[in-house]
């Protein structure tokens, strides 16, 4: 995983990594161990494990859309460094829209 994040950025190692196939069942797991966690269940997730998990990035869940949220989001980020503003048309998606809202939200 750590090597994956050197080359990728991140540690969001699709569950079907053709490189790896067994990283990306692994990195599902762990996600599968902390909701066990969450709810209470047997789980062989350690706090140790979750820690070091921390300590390098890991995303514990990603909703289903998440990739491209934070592409449009990215994009809308360098619309406003380039035009100093974040103007919304009605011919944005609506993945622009959601960044545009995040934006004035915090």
């Not at 050197?6 to 540690?11: E, F, K, M, P, T």
């Not at 190692?13 to 902390?34: S, T």
């Not at 789980?43 to 990603?62: C, E, M």
Request: aromatic share 16%; proline share 3%.
């Amino acid at each position: 995983l750590y090597h994956y994040k050197q080359i990728y950025g991140d540690c969001n190692v699709p569950q079907k990594y053709e490189l790896d196939p067994p990283l990306g069942v692994w990195v599902n797991k762990q996600r599968m161990e902390m909701k066990f966690r969450v709810e209470d269940k047997k789980s062989s997730l350690t706090q140790d494990k979750i820690d070091a998990l921390r300590n390098i990035g890991f995303v514990w869940a990603r909703s289903k859309g998440q990739k491209a949220w934070d592409q449009k989001y990215k994009e809308l980020v360098d619309y406003k460094a380039e035009f100093g503003n974040c103007k919304w048309n009605r011919d944005y998606d609506t993945v622009f829209l959601q960044a545009i809202q995040h934006i004035y939200k915090y």
